[in-house]
């Protein structure tokens, strides 16, 4: 079984750019996260998704940060325009439904 | 809110030798679940062990097990005969299954194996 695909791996942009992640989740997976991952501390929920709808966006800062998830599938979390505290590993997960959930790799987001 | 706390930024064991991970939470809930995750330089956060609140018996994984106590909110992870590949940040996380499954993590140990 393939796991969550993340891409790309490594981004470095300036300040007031903007990015993209994608994410792939297992297939079947109704359920899927983004979580921010800060240097030193533990992951952060960002949006979780069920199928194509958002079940919880509440820690996302919406004023730069978006994601959406076409066809309850792939999903993309985009940013828009960087700040420097934005620098972190963002964490893509999927579930089926269970208590259990399955990282991906990440993307490693420096933001000089 | 849930709240999930590593007092140990950092532990270093012997290789073969045992150590142990604390954990603490904070909830009001009854019913959820506790789980030891591993991270390693690759980033993949990997499932160790998991363990659901209302099951008394201590959950155990081959040389991972871990102490639940209920009552002291307490959830420390055990590494009986440490490898070499043991070495990684071990992220303890709380999760409701009834609020969208969503994980609560502490700020992980940073454990290294020394040969």
């Known amino acids: 079984e393939a796991g969550v695909a993340q891409s790309p791996r490594y981004k470095i942009i300036e300040k007031r750019q903007s990015v993209a992640f994608w994410c792939n989740p297992i297939s079947g997976h109704a359920t899927l996260y983004w979580y921010q991952q800060i240097l030193g501390q533990g992951p952060k929920l960002l949006i979780q998704?069920?199928?194509?709808?958002?079940?919880?966006d509440s820690q996302l800062p919406k004023d730069r940060f978006s994601a959406e998830r076409l066809k309850g599938v792939d999903s993309t979390l985009k940013i828009q325009p960087a700040k420097l505290e934005d620098s972190a590993v963002y964490l893509c997960?999927?579930?089926?439904?269970?208590?259990?959930?399955?990282f991906g790799q990440g993307t490693r987001l420096t933001v000089v | 809110a849930q709240t999930v706390t590593q007092s140990q930024p950092e532990m270093s064991v012997q290789e073969a030798e045992t150590v142990t991970l604390s954990c603490t939470y904070d909830?009001?809930?009854?019913?959820?679940?506790l789980f030891w995750y591993k991270q390693p330089p690759s980033r993949q956060m990997i499932l160790v062990i998991r363990q659901e609140a209302y099951k008394q018996q201590n959950a155990t994984e081959n040389r991972f097990s871990v102490n639940f106590q209920k009552a002291a909110k307490s959830f420390s992870l055990k590494i009986s005969d440490s490898q070499l590949g043991d070495t990684a940040m071990y992220f303890c996380a709380f999760m409701k299954p009834y609020m969208g499954n969503q994980f609560y993590f502490g700020t992980g140990t940073s454990l290294t194996v020394i040969p």
């Open positions: 998704f069920q199928n194509n709808g958002v079940v919880d």
């Open positions: 997960a999927s579930s089926p439904g269970t208590v259990e959930a399955f």
């Open positions: 909830t009001s809930e009854s019913n959820y679940y």
